[in-house]
């Protein structure tokens, strides 16, 4: 059998960068992208064809269907297309709605939901072709439920979860499978900003009492890599029993 190919967008760390060596280690050809971190995307492709696959490493913007584009052209030389596509990247923002600029209200719009629409977008045609294919969001359980002070976080993750849904519906006639993961509390940088007082109060809250591993996370994305095919438009919360 030929190989598969994995598009793992915002890879360069965290949750991004354990999915992405999760399919290296299994034997996919690898895509990974950031928008900012060079150095640490190049670390990360070292990582992957340590397990002696191919990898392909893109910095932009998924965000900018320009950038997209441009990735998904170099894919197509590389490796023909992709046969799992994970919209991973995304940025937070905490404050209060009143004093959020529309600035940073589009940014997190962009980064978090239009980068999800760009990539699925372009990653249809060839799973259309192909009559295959998996469509894994990344999301948050703030996708379901939001939450206070990180509003438009939560109003680009249910809108994820919206997409996700509607897609798998749109796509299901095609064999393509369009799932997401609501993560909880991850122990990734995203999260590094709270005091050791705040985390304590916050694994209080979790029955687990703990925070998620990304490679938790990667083991979930893979197994529904295998997922009958009649799993789709799901919405699947990995949160510990916290939500």
């Not at 640490?40 to 893109?58: F, G």
């Not at 122990?187 to 705040?198: K, P, Q, V, W």
Request: with cysteine; net charge negative.
């Amino acid at each position: 059998m030929s190989r598969k190919t994995v598009l793992v967008t915002g890879a360069s760390r965290g949750i991004g960068k354990a999915i992405a060596i999760k399919f290296a280690r299994k034997g996919y050809n690898v895509v990974i992208s950031c928008i900012r971190n060079e150095d640490r995307l190049m670390q990360t492709k070292k990582e992957i064809e340590n397990y002696q696959v191919p990898c392909l490493a893109y910095m932009g913007d998924m965000g900018d269907m320009d950038c997209c584009k441009e990735l998904f052209a170099k894919i197509k030389k590389q490796f023909g297309g992709i046969d799992v596509l994970v919209n991973n990247a995304g940025v937070s923002y905490i404050g209060l709605l009143q004093d959020m600029s529309s600035e940073d209200w589009d940014k997190i719009l962009h980064m978090n939901l239009t980068s999800v629409f760009n990539c699925c977008k372009l990653a249809i045609p060839y799973m259309v072709h192909q009559k295959q294919g998996k469509i894994i969001n990344i999301s948050s359980v703030w996708g379901v439920c939001g939450a206070s002070c990180e509003a438009a976080y939560s109003a680009s993750k249910g809108g994820v979860g919206a997409l996700t849904q509607a897609l798998a519906k749109e796509l299901a006639p095609s064999g393509i499978q369009v799932n997401a993961i609501a993560c909880g509390a991850i122990d990734t940088e995203m999260n590094g900003f709270l005091s050791a007082e705040e985390e304590e109060a916050l694994l209080d809250e979790i029955p687990a009492g703990r925070m998620g591993r990304p490679e938790e996370v990667a083991d979930v994305v893979f197994a529904m890599t295998g997922s009958p095919d009649y799993l789709t438009g799901q919405i699947l919360r990995l949160d510990g029993g916290w939500i």
